[in-house]
């Protein structure tokens, strides 16, 4: 059976929310993150040399990356839901959307994160920062022309992108105030029965910042 291994608070949430949309039969088992550190715990470490979550197990496979664990969920399972086929005319929107998340947002959220830690303010720390505030407004821009981000219908790029849009703002506060397209589409995507499912699962009792 799938194995999902969940780190509280974190991007394993999408794959919890993944395959609650197609309905699959998985295990999900839950880790705490380090009180001190927020880090993951030294037995979410050792499922994967990157230590980092998501991983997932099926049989003899055990896959960590966010993008790789997507990907290879929705080739095995998804049987064709949740993916803009390569002869969809949204098809390069669906793949440009679905790696924004880890390949530009995620990249730097975590660049805001260590900014903090050092205290940087510097020129490079501005231009550095102006990478997520560039990402967002292209955010809000796709948003304002588009219900979802690969176009018309919910795909898996909308799964990548939630987190840096709600749980992700626990580590790096963001105002949307000036983002009405954004809160719109966060309230819509989490109206999903099998997101406030995932969302009950993958973190009980949380309250994730939507507006
Ligand atoms: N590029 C990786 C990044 C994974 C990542 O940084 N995950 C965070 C959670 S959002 C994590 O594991 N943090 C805890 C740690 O680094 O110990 C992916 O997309 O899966």
Redesign the pocket.
């Known amino acids: 059976m799938l194995i999902v291994h969940h780190?509280g608070l974190?991007?394993?949430d999408k794959v919890v929310w993944l395959c609650e949309e197609l309905g699959l039969d998985y295990e999900l088992r839950l880790y705490d993150?380090d009180p001190v550190?927020?880090?993951?715990p030294a037995e979410?470490?050792a499922l994967h040399p990157?230590?980092?979550?998501?991983v997932i197990q099926d049989g003899d496979v055990t896959l960590?990356?966010?993008?790789a664990?997507i990907e290879y969920i929705l080739a095995k399972y998804g049987k064709g839901r949740l993916v803009a086929a390569p002869d969809a005319p949204n098809f390069a929107d669906y793949l440009y959307w679905f790696h924004f998340a880890?390949g530009t947002m995620?990249a730097a959220m975590?660049v805001e994160i260590v900014l903090s830690i050092v205290g940087a303010t510097d020129g490079a720390a501005s231009a550095l920062k102006a990478r997520s505030e560039n990402g967002f407004r292209m955010l809000e821009e796709r948003l304002g022309q588009v219900p979802y981000l690969a176009g018309e219908e919910f795909t898996a790029a909308d799964i990548m992108n939630l987190?840096t849009l709600t749980t992700?703002r626990l580590f790096v506060p963001r105002d949307f105030t000036d983002f009405p397209n954004i809160r719109a589409y966060v309230r819509r995507v989490m109206d999903r029965p099998a997101c406030q499912r995932a969302l009950a699962k993958a973190d009980p009792g949380l309250t994730i910042p939507v507006d």
């Open positions: 780190l974190s991007q394993s993150r550190t927020r880090l993951a979410y470490k990157a230590g980092t979550a998501p960590a990356e966010s993008g664990v880890p995620q975590l987190f992700g």
